[in-house]
């Protein structure tokens, strides 16, 4: 369980940080979509990129287009650990 709480805390700092450089204010929850978030293409693909290198994955362009909130994400993760 405390494993899972790391990987959500370190995902949603990932989100946070590629966020402050987007927008001021940061609804996130786990459904907020990254749209909502006012994250453009570019934005999506540093974020994906981060991801990429914090947890040592690769991911193809059609698994990043499902990376669409913090869930989504978080689920990716685990699934490809």
């Not at 991911?59 to 685990?78: P, R, T």
Request: hydrophobic letters at 45%; aromatic letters at 8%.
């Amino acid at each position: 369980m405390a494993e899972k709480y790391d990987l959500v805390s370190k995902v949603t700092t990932l989100i946070v940080e590629q966020c402050e450089e987007q927008i001021p204010a940061l609804p996130l929850d786990a459904h907020t979509s990254f749209e909502e978030l006012g994250f453009d293409w570019l934005a999506h693909t540093e974020l994906v990129m981060r991801l990429e290198e914090e947890f040592s994955l690769i991911i193809s362009d059609e698994e990043a287009k499902g990376l669409i909130n913090l869930q989504a994400v978080v689920a990716y993760c685990e699934s490809n650990k």
